[in-house]
């Protein structure tokens, strides 16, 4: 059994624009890199297990239901991240997006690290600007290449896509 909880405790929506391509793919507007307002703090934890781990570049993306997002590289160059049964915390600022539709994650093959895979246990994405948080216990294999694994918590289903947005695989979860 799966659980999934998220608390939105404070919802005034405000976000990035973006642009969008004649082929659908998104692109940050420029007022998106200049309005580097809120202070995010994101808490990602790894299960212990077998390959749970992993050395690749793990990037999230956090979306609102207008398409607004922010993806980020989440790396500590002080620390070895995502090692299985750790929790890692990541600080950065970036746009204002609230309230949260989407989570999601996807993996960037870092040296030659040939696994290709890492289990994400749970994401807490906090904006300490405004108290804003969601969480979410994700409990999911990111183990495909080029493909975005996103959680919906408004239709709480996975949806994993093409990084043009391209739908490859959706299911809803059963609590
Ligand atoms: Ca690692
Ligand atoms: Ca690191």
């Known amino acids: 059994m799966r659980h999934f909880a998220f608390v939105a405790m404070i919802c005034s929506l405000s976000g990035v624009a973006w642009g969008e391509d004649a082929d659908g793919s998104k692109k940050p507007s420029p007022a998106a890199e200049v309005k580097l307002a809120d202070t995010y703090r ?4 790894t299960p ?11 990037h999230i993306h956090i979306e609102d239901s207008d398409n607004n997002e922010i993806i980020k590289l989440l790396d500590d160059t002080s620390r070895n991240d995502f090692e299985q049964g750790s929790r890692d915390t990541f600080t950065f600022q970036d746009a204002r997006i609230q309230p949260i539709e989407r ?21 807490r994405v906090e904006n300490r600007t405004t108290g804003y948080e969601v969480f979410c216990n994700f409990d999911r294999w990111i183990n495909q290449r080029d493909v975005i ?3 919906d918590t408004r239709l ?6 093409t990084k043009d947005g391209k739908v490859v695989e959706e299911f809803t979860i059963r609590n």
């Open 48 to 58: 212990r297990g077998h390959d749970a781990g992993t050395d690749d570049d793990v």
């Open 42 to 45: 994101v808490t990602v934890t």
């Open 156 to 161: 709480n289903k996975f949806v994993l896509e």
């Open 149 to 151: 694994f996103w959680y």
């Open 103 to 123: 989570i999601g994650f996807h993996l960037e093959r870092a040296n030659n690290d040939t696994n290709w895979r890492w289990k994400c246990g749970t994401v």
